[in-house]
């Protein structure tokens, strides 16, 4: 291994750290939650200004049934015809 190729690893490496401490540094500003009004710059980005009320329904005795194709059992060849069918 020579200078240069040892000097450009070093290089990169602390290019990389400055950028990795820049970006903690950054983010942790924008995830800081204001105290006098309690949402952060990220927050007030996603959030809505109307107050929308959430409601539940419950849904008992429900019976869904799926109907599709039948899959070819297993170990069939693709040329096999689907069980419980006749030409």
Known sequence: MNAKTLSFGLIIALV??????GMTVVGT????????TGSSFLSGMFSSSSK???EFVE???VVITLKG????????EPGDQWP????
């Open 84 to 87: 419980g069918k006749h030409p």
């Open 59 to 61: 849904i008992k005795n």
């Open 29 to 36: 500003h924008l995830l800081r939650m204001d105290e006098a």
């Open 69 to 76: 194709k039948a899959l070819p059992a297993a170990g069939a």
């Open 52 to 54: 929308d009320s959430v």
């Open 16 to 21: 990389t750290a400055m950028l990795a401490a």
